[in-house]
């Protein structure tokens, strides 16, 4: 295994030095860095970051285009560089590096499976968006008719990075917000294992959220009308895997 780290930064140039500093303090790997189309003080920050630490590799974008765009442009250079695995963690801050190496731990003993964060929060949370992920996570189990999935918004997962670039390859997948969700159900959809840890998120008084309340749910409410019709179309191998097995699911 080669296993790296993964990073899309949109604006969050204060936060993204001591994130990649706090994750090479605990394992050496590369880091990959996905400019998506930030402001000039950004870029600033990020190729001063890629000059004081030659583990960083900076990816960038012209325009932005989105978190799930950055995701996918970084496991191409992922695979070009011959990593087998990325750990991806979100550039603003509420996350906590802190758990990077069991994941990565995790993720050796299960090469074939997608590590996933299950989020738990403290009284920083906004309550809008643990409801939004509540009523998320029943569409997450309707579209892949288990319960395997009890958190599909949480942007802390160890990824197989051949599994997802053909994923990617394969699929019209969302470029934004709801990357995270769609890269999950196709996963189950493939039988690709999934294995959940806790993972502590914060939202900072001072951090910088990208999501849009109204925007990114209408968005993500359209993923999921083509995940519905996806599965629609797959429920006949969905409800073999379910059922093959007392108490199964794929």
């Not at 996905?34 to 001063?48: I, N, R």
């Not at 917000?177 to 294995?195: N, T």
């Not at 990114?216 to 191998?237: A, C, E, K, Q």
């Amino acid at each position: 295994m080669r296993q790296g780290y993964l990073i899309p930064v949109y604006n969050h140039g204060k936060t993204t030095g001591p994130l990649v500093e706090a994750l090479l303090q605990q394992w050496d790997l590369p880091v990959i860095l996905v400019d998506d189309g930030s402001d000039g003080e950004t870029k600033a920050y990020l190729a001063d970051i890629a000059g004081a630490f030659s583990s960083v590799v900076l990816v960038t974008l012209d325009k932005n285009q989105g978190k799930g765009a950055a995701l996918y442009a970084g496991i191409d250079r992922a695979r070009e560089l011959g990593l087998t695995h990325l750990l991806q963690i979100d550039a603003d801050g509420q996350h906590d590096p802190g758990q990077a190496a069991f994941f990565l731990e995790e993720s050796a003993k299960h090469p074939e499976a997608a590590i996933c964060g299950f989020p738990v929060f403290d009284g920083s949370a906004p309550l809008s968006r643990v409801k939004g992920r509540n009523i998320a996570n029943v569409w997450t189990r309707i579209t892949t008719l288990s319960g395997n999935i009890p958190d599909a918004m949480c942007g802390f997962r160890v990824y197989p990075v051949e599994t997802l670039w053909r994923l990617s390859r394969r699929y019209h997948m969302d470029p934004r917000m709801g990357a995270d969700i769609e890269i999950l159900v196709r996963l189950v959809w493939w039988g690709v294992p999934l294995f959940f840890h806790p993972v502590r998120v914060v939202y900072p008084p001072d951090g910088i959220s990208h999501f849009h309340l109204v925007r990114d749910n209408i968005r993500i409410s359209l993923v999921f009308f083509r995940l519905f019709w996806g599965m629609l179309l797959r429920l006949p191998m969905l409800i073999y895997r379910r059922f093959r097995a007392p108490g199964g699911s794929p």
